[in-house]
């Protein structure tokens, strides 16, 4: 191979709690995925096909920190439980998706909800207002070996204390094997890869100094302060 004209671009990686570095391939998110998040974002709850976005890889941000981003003024908190992928094809069956699952860490979609909603009014794409610097924060991922599966359990998020989402993995409206299957139907995917799987309701907007914890029992507390 030729050697490189510019230096490489480094691979962003999140720390795994039991030790080491996951590497990150591609980062897949699931829009309007809890019935609740679905109707206060004015649309109908009722399982229609999952849809998706993307974030960058490094958008990925494990600082516990997050700087508020240029060109918005109304920036949202979206509480969220992260799949991180060791394996992946194409067309998985669902009853074999599981085996594809590294382990599972909690994140936020930060969203500048502002820019989303110019972009949906527009019917443009939405990486302006989800695929900005340091927009996914994300904690350290817990193995399938040391927490199991995630299937049910409180996901809440708290700003300066106070709780604003509140949901269980358990309302989810497509479950990680299902998503898992279906985007594989679509992409390629494969070792590195992680899907943020939807948040549910109470989004809302922070500011500078706020901080935001969010915890589910199986994965601690990943806690982020707005600078
Ligand atoms: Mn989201």
């Known amino acids: ?20 570095a996951f590497p990150v391939r591609r980062v897949y998110c699931v829009g309007r995925n809890y019935a609740a998040h679905a109707i206060e974002m004015g649309h109908d709850p009722d399982r229609e096909p999952p849809f998706f976005f993307q974030k960058n890889p490094d958008n990925l ?9 240029p060109r918005t003024s109304d920036v949202h908190h979206e509480a969220e439980l ?34 989303q909603g110019e972009m949906k009014m527009a019917g443009r794409p ?3 207002g989800k695929a900005f610097e340091h927009s996914a924060p ?5 193995t399938v070996t040391d927490v199991g599966h995630l299937e049910e359990g409180a996901i809440t998020l708290r700003v300066n204390g106070a709780l604003r989402q ?22 390629e995917l494969a070792a590195g890869d992680v899907i943020m799987t939807g948040t549910p309701s109470g989004v809302g907007p922070v500011s500078q100094g706020d901080v935001m914890d969010v915890e589910l029992a199986a994965l601690g507390k990943l806690s982020v302060t707005v600078t």
């Open 61 to 69: 941000n494990t600082t516990g920190r997050f700087p508020y981003p």
């Open 82 to 115: 992260a799949v991180a992928l060791k394996s992946g094809g194409t067309n998985i069956p669902v009853e074999h998706a599981l085996d594809h699952v590294y382990g599972y860490a909690l994140s936020l979609d930060m969203t500048r909800r502002d820019l």
């Open 166 to 187: 509140e949901g269980n993995l358990n309302q989810l409206i497509w479950k990680t094997p299902e998503m898992i299957s279906y985007l594989s139907e679509y992409f």
């Open 1 to 20: 191979m030729s050697e490189y004209v510019i230096p490489a671009p480094p691979i962003t990686s999140i720390p795994v709690a039991s030790g080491g």
């Open 126 to 128: 939405w990486e302006i």
């Open 138 to 142: 994300i904690g350290p991922i817990h």
